[in-house]
């Protein structure tokens, strides 16, 4: 979706009847394990079935999944499930937007466990308070697998971060912006996006630590690096279409285009190349010296409150020899994509 509303989205959402209290919509792709735990955690809990709805938004999973839910409709008459081809969590989320009939929507992602009184919560939270949008918290669960720099988690305790693993929001405010942008193809920056439309849509948006759900830790490998990098390409497009609230709202320090901290590594070719120029060795020494700092603190900060594994330092280590430079390529790449060639075409 783009900023303003789509016609086609509004026509259909509109014309859903507010039937229900509470709509959750779970986006999935082929995590039929996780899902079907997640399930679980919610069908244990005690709510209305008339009034509560949970909906399944399949992006084009090959695992299993149609089948493992059709199973569960068949004993959870609240259970509903809808099905597209692979397009990405924003469409996902969408897709399952469409098929709600509830006051409140809510996201939750396929892969967390709902807290046992999420649901009875939620509806409390809504009635007391004049929020349009709800943060819960989101803990980190260690079972199994220890929090490693490999890992995949999720934590919010504090807010303002609109992560839609576990978010709520009345139907109102999702009408009036239109759903989720799908130009965030892939699962980054898809919830900010939200966030800021819901804020400059003039949403009051608030924090409950009572609606709470547990991201377990999940193995991962150095390859999430790579990815991490390519997201790069979506901060452009973030600041094209929120500039004011990209600046306001995130932080400074980790949070922008990069990590303040790589700054060492793009100075340092800035002072080679006076070095080479100049023939004053201080510009190397220089060169070394943010390189070296950069390093020091990137590595660092991947490691920070995880459990520390020694091979995992050694390649960690290798790869944020030019991991900062991948995600600048993919930066400048966006600027291109979401600035420069619009740029052309409309003029």
């Known amino acids: 979706m783009k900023n303003k509303p789509q016609k086609s989205f509004l026509s259909v959402f509109n014309s859903k009847k507010m039937e229900k209290e509470l709509s959750i919509v779970i986006p999935t792709y082929n995590r039929q394990k996780d899902l079907l735990a997640l399930l679980d955690s919610l069908f244990k809990q005690?709510?209305?079935?008339?009034?509560?709805e949970i909906i399944v938004s399949d992006d084009g999973s090959s695992d299993g999944t149609c089948d493992a839910i059709k199973g569960l409709i068949k004993k959870h008459s609240e259970?509903?499930?809808?099905?597209?081809?692979?397009?990405g969590p924003s469409a996902a989320r969408n897709n399952g937007i469409l098929a709600a009939a509830g006051e409140i929507i809510g996201?939750?992602?396929?892969?967390?466990?709902?807290?046992k009184n999420l649901i009875k919560n939620v509806l409390t939270v809504f009635k007391r308070s004049k929020a349009d949008v709800i943060?819960?918290?989101?803990?980190?669960?260690?079972?199994e697998i220890k929090n490693t720099v490999f890992t995949h988690t999720v934590q919010n305790k504090?807010?303002?971060?609109?992560?839609?693993?576990?978010?709520?929001?009345?139907?109102?405010?999702?009408?009036?912006?239109?759903?989720?942008d799908e130009e965030f193809r892939h699962p980054i920056r898809e919830d900010t996006a939200l966030g800021f439309a819901m804020l400059k849509a003039g949403a009051v948006s608030e924090f409950s630590d009572k609606i709470i759900v547990y991201h377990p830790v999940y193995s991962s490998n150095y390859k999430m690096l790579f990815k991490l990098a390519f997201y790069g390409i979506y901060e452009p497009l973030l600041i094209r279409k929120f500039p004011g609230y990209y600046f306001k709202y995130l932080n400074w320090f980790d949070s922008w285009f990069v990590p303040s901290y790589y700054s060492g590594y793009y100075a340092m070719p800035i002072f080679v190349l006076i070095w080479l120029l100049t023939g004053n060795s201080i510009f190397g020494y220089a060169a070394a010296a943010f390189y070296a700092a950069s390093y020091i603190i990137s590595v660092y900060a991947m490691f920070r409150k995880k459990t520390v594994v020694f091979k995992d330092v050694i390649t960690v280590g290798f790869h944020y020899l030019y991991i900062p430079y991948l995600r600048l390529y993919w930066i400048i790449a966006g600027i291109?994509?979401?600035f420069i060639k619009p740029f052309f075409v409309n003029n």
């Open 336 to 338: 291109i994509k979401y």
């Open 46 to 52: 005690k709510y209305d079935r008339k009034k509560v």
């Open 135 to 143: 943060e819960g918290m989101t803990l980190s669960l260690e079972r």
């Open 107 to 115: 996201f939750i992602d396929s892969d967390v466990i709902a807290d």
């Open 158 to 180: 504090t807010g303002g971060r609109w992560i839609t693993c576990n978010l709520f929001t009345r139907r109102k405010i999702i009408e009036k912006i239109g759903g989720f």
């Open 79 to 87: 259970l509903k499930y809808v099905y597209q081809k692979n397009a």
